[in-house]
Nanobody, 113 residues
């Protein structure tokens, strides 16, 4: 397995979760890392991304609430999600590569109102 996501779960509105995605060093070192999500009956959307140099990008819907970071020593990318809303409920996927070549399995995030 080249990308392994973890950290999803059930949380109440306003709560926090931290997702993690462990990658093989070969994939992680020189690649853009990103989190996507897909809610039921909706298309997959980009949530946040981070370049090898640490530059970040966020979807407007999560700006100010989510923080993406990468731990280069552990080849891991994290997504800290605060002030969660019901509309954040989705399956979250991590990806690697500037063209999202590699994908991890999804992890379910459910925010109850």
């Amino acid at each position: 397995v080249q990308l392994q996501a973890s950290g999803g779960g059930l949380v109440q509105t306003g709560g926090s979760l931290r997702l993690s995605c462990a990658a093989s060093r070969t994939i992680f070192s020189f690649n853009l890392m990103a989190w996507y999500r897909q809610a039921p009956a909706k298309e997959r959307e980009l949530v946040a991304s981070i370049t090898p140099g640490g530059a970040t990008n966020y979807a407007d819907s999560v700006k100010g609430r989510f923080t993406i970071s990468r731990d280069n020593s552990k080849s891991t990318v994290h997504l800290q999600m605060d002030s969660l809303k019901a509309e954040d409920t989705a399956v979250y996927y991590c990806s690697a590569g500037f063209t999202a070549r590699y994908w991890g399995q999804g992890t379910q995030v459910t925010v109850s109102s």
